[in-house]
């Protein structure tokens, strides 16, 4: 193929490279000139087209494209008509997508007129993606080129997607003091969520001590009737010869892995059981986002083998942390959007109260009513989805005034070190699909929950990407809300240094919120505490 100005009494057969008009005629860019369109360009006064010349053996960017599509063998794979030198194949079905690597990059190093891109390897897909597109690159390819790239295809299975079979699957959940009923029923849902998905379904579940016998029991019963059990300990994985892994190979199980180089998913435990699989799930398949369970559930119910060295070789691309969860969404959406967006609030109730000089100020009473205990029903009435109160400092007697109140509990024993481990202790707890997290002050009294929906609200607005800060007269001040994108950041904070120092250090959007007063009004003094109206108790 030759390729350049062409003079136009040369041009009939040629293909052009840009659009051209002859008079009210307008010819498309590859547009193949016969012997009409010279005549019409001529009369037009044009006398050269920069255009493509075939040669005698060169084959169409179309034909090409269809020829070497035509040559591939695979599965599943719906193969559309080519336009403009490009052939896109399509999922036929749901399911996880396989590629010989060695295919691909071989086909890509015979020319780089012709190139073939693909997903990538055990990909989840829905039906009617595209998966895989070959592409001619210049108007005309040699035939002896294509018939190259055809014959790399002859013999195996270049690609395929590998359909989700509808399969059953029994969970045991197992339980220790204080786990809540509720966040077992949550996973149920997410659990059934995950296997609606890939046409599964989940027919029976069991919930046991978390012990290795009853353990071992309940997947012995569940093996019987189905054709997966998945395991999820209410304590995570700490050793090979824990609860989950030592209940699998007492009930005549053998463990394939335990242990993953996915981050988060690093927890799981593969076995197997009677012939049927198991899975002790890591602790974040309690939550909807993708981690190394999805990787090994789905290609399971897709009916691939996964070995021991399979998930060996997952490290690379393994860190999910920072990274949108699917490029094709197998929920509803990647992020819940507006109003959806889910905000927990950490409430801190930790410190010494040291400028008190003895008593704690989270215990003085505003209208008959410790103040810490005050605070939390203000943030139990706020639209957050849950409230976690860290405490440290007299931690008996602020849980005590505490008492029947829905919230979530977490110790600090490090609150001697400043206000950075309180925070971090608080925001480990929050749940892994919030998209955000309010740390709001045990000593601000005139903070109410109309207060704490404002910064809620304007957080969601932002689509729960910016910092929202509640402020007084154009001055900043407390709660804090901070994006998920934040919380890695909080995890290395050291001494008493807080939110504060993360707003200014990250350079992320802020939005302030005038809430009034309530916004800088806090009790660290006797004075301040009286003036409020609170009374110190011993």
Known sequence: MKFGPVPIDEAEGAVLAHATSAGEKRFRKAHRLSGEDVAALKAAGIREVVAAVLAKDDLGEDAAAAKIAAG?????????????????????????????????????????????????????????????TVKIIPFAVAASLVDKVVKICAGREIFAVNAYRPISVGVIQTMLPGVKPSVLD???????????????????????????????????ALARDNDMVVIFGASAMSDFADVVPAAIERAGGTVIRAGMPVDPGNLLVLGTLGGKRVIGAPGCARSPKENGFDWVLDRLVAGLEVTAGDIAGMGVGGLLMEIPTRPQPREPAPRPAGSALKVEIVLLAAGRSSRMGGPNKLLALFDGEPLVRRTAERALGSKAANTIIVTGHQRER?????????????????FADGLASSLKAGIARVAPDAAGAMIVLGDMPGVSSKDLDSLIDAFRRSGGRAVVRASHQGKRGNPVLLPRSLFAAVAQLEGDTGARHLVEAEGLDVIDVEIGQGASIDVDTREALEGAGGVLQD
């Open 72 to 132: 591939m063998s695979h599965r599943s794979i719906e193969v559309k008509p080519a336009a403009t030198g490009r052939v896109n194949l399509h999922a036929a079905a749901a399911g996880v997508f396989t590629v010989d690597v060695g295919m691909i990059d071989a086909i890509n190093a015979v020319d780089p007129t012709i190139t073939i891109a693909t997903l990538a390897q055990h990909a989840p897909v829905e039906q009617g993606q595209m998966v895989a």
């Open 186 to 220: 949550k996973t149920l849902r997410v659990t059934e969520a995950r296997l609606a998905r890939s046409g599964g379904r989940l027919t029976a579940e069991r919930r046991t001590p978390h012990e290795v016998a009853p353990v071992a029991a309940a997947a012995t």
């Open 398 to 414: 602020v849980r005590a005034a505490l008492s029947g109140l829905d919230v979530t509990l977490a110790d600090n024993p490090d």
